[in-house]
T-cell receptor, first 110, second 116 residues
């Protein structure tokens, strides 16, 4: 099966701080990107998406930035809360498939 | 967001038996469904992509005769793990895309399969 990366890196932040989670994608032809949040034992939950004709999109407390030049995606979470603790994955739409990138485990310290 | 229901959430089966996992889109028509496998502390690995009414497209290295996928309707896809062995123990997750937005994919809650 296709996947990117094996073991999850971790990011630890203080409650109230901003978090930035990064992702490198593989295919310059991908035209749609999604960030998902996954809590332990559950399926991924949609957070925010962005199309390749945009470089920034904002949601509630979250912002996604897309840099097509270096094939880089980032998720910014403002005022991080304990409930934000989870694993975050980026995913790219490629040839009709939804391919997940390497996740990042976010840990929020109270 | 749209609702995707996956059943069962947990299953324990004996080695050599088959297990069927169901994935239903409850409030939209899923033209495409994806099946993933996830090992602890790892990313989701795409196993196969299925479009309603046609055969599933399997990723390289995924045995189609072992992981049978059926997508007979726009709201239901099933994954059957045949002749399960302990190494098939994993977290299996389905995803459905379609409806008003043909690009966003919604996920089921996953199925924890343990083969003893």
């Amino acid at each position: 099966g296709e996947s990117v990366g094996l073991h999850l890196p971790t990011l630890s932040v203080q409650e109230g701080d901003n978090s930035i989670i990064n992702c490198a994608y593989s295919n310059s032809a991908s035209d749609y990107f999604i960030w998902y949040k996954q809590e332990s034992g559950k399926g991924p939950q949609f957070i925010i998406d962005i199309r390749s004709n945009m470089d920034k999109r904002q949601g509630q407390r979250v912002t996604v930035l897309l840099n097509k030049t270096v094939k880089h995606l980032s998720l910014q979470i403002a005022a991080t809360q304990p409930g934000d603790s989870a694993v975050y994955f980026c995913a790219e739409k490629k040839g009709g498939k939804l391919i997940f990138g390497q996740g990042t485990e976010l840990s929020v310290k109270p | 967001g749209a609702v995707v229901s996956q059943h069962p959430s947990r299953v324990i089966c004996k080695s050599g038996t088959s297990v069927k996992i169901e994935c239903r889109s409850l409030d939209f028509q899923a033209t495409t469904m994806f099946w993933y496998r996830q090992f602890p502390k790892q990313s989701l690995m795409l196993m196969a992509t299925s479009n309603e009414g046609s055969k599933a497209t399997y990723e390289q290295g995924v045995e189609k005769d072992k992981f049978l996928i059926n997508h007979a309707s726009l709201t239901l896809s099933t994954l059957t793990v045949t002749s399960a062995h302990p190494e098939d123990s994993s977290f299996y997750i389905c995803s459905a895309a379609g409806g008003a937005s043909n690009t966003e994919a919604f996920f089921g809650q996953g199925t924890r399969l343990t083969v003893v």
